[in-house]
């Protein structure tokens, strides 16, 4: 069973304009949601996370908000910019004290010129 | 310190070969990571050590694949008898020991080794 999905394979979008990246989850008991920038041959880079007891936080150009009831968060990133094409990808960790991460298949972002 | 650091960057090995994965995670970090990455995929856990003591590991870990942390320091990741289903990005992370996620530059990866079994 998939615990976390990003239904969307791809998203693109005009330089400038507004991103807008989702994520579903399943499991109750995850407790920090986080979100990777990805390019091929390397790993993942964090860029913003959120804890499940907030609905919102920001770090400059992107923002996740989450809405727990629904079991849903998204990635805004405003303004959109060419380097930010890459693969996103959202995880979850796990309550507990493994950290283990737990994540979607991602998003390809690709921002047009 | 210069990151999590994974050796060697690609590896293509013959079905039925073994071979190993080198991890140097960050100095001080206690917690380490192996996930594993096919294609189309995100990185799904294999398992994690708590210093030298490997403390879980995932059904994806069949008895083909054994990975060790000596002193708590460099880890390895060893696949016995490779098969064309095993070709994939391994990925390697640490964290510090206590690690809210608040601050998510606490879990660290590295840039993986990618395997192509032939």
């Known amino acids: 069973d998939q615990q976390v999905k990003q239904n969307s394979p791809s998203l693109s979008v005009q330089e400038g304009r507004i991103s807008i990246l989702n994520c579903d989850y399943t499991?109750?008991?995850?407790?920090?949601f986080l979100w990777y920038k990805k390019y091929p041959a390397e790993g993942p880079t964090f860029l913003i996370s959120i804890s499940s007891i907030k609905d919102k936080n920001e770090d400059g150009r992107f923002t996740v908000f989450l809405n727990k009831s629904a079991k849903h968060l998204s990635l805004h990133i405003v303004p959109s910019q060419p380097g930010d094409s890459a693969v996103y990808f959202c995880?979850?960790?796990?309550?507990?004290?493994?950290?283990?991460?737990?994540f979607g298949k991602g998003t390809l972002l690709t921002v047009n010129p | 310190d210069t990151g999590v650091s994974q050796n060697p960057r690609h590896k293509i090995t013959k079905r039925g070969q073994n071979v190993t994965f080198r991890c140097d995670p960050i100095s001080e970090h206690n917690r380490l990571y192996w996930y594993r990455q096919t294609l189309g995929q995100g990185p799904e856990f294999l398992t994690y050590?708590?210093?030298?003591?490997?403390?879980?590991k995932s059904r994806l870990l069949s008895d083909r694949f054994s990975a060790e942390r000596p002193k708590g320091s460099f880890s390895t990741l060893e696949i016995q008898r490779t098969e064309q289903g095993d070709s994939a990005m391994y990925l390697c992370?640490?964290?510090?020991?206590?690690?809210?996620?608040?601050?998510?530059?606490?879990?660290?990866f590295g840039s993986g080794t990618r395997l192509t079994v032939v």
């Open positions: 499991n109750s008991m995850f407790d920090y």
């Open positions: 995880a979850a960790r796990s309550g507990g004290s493994n950290y283990k991460l737990t």
């Open positions: 992370a640490s964290s510090p020991l206590f690690w809210t996620g608040k601050v998510g530059h606490g879990y660290t």
């Open positions: 050590f708590q210093n030298e003591a490997q403390l879980e």
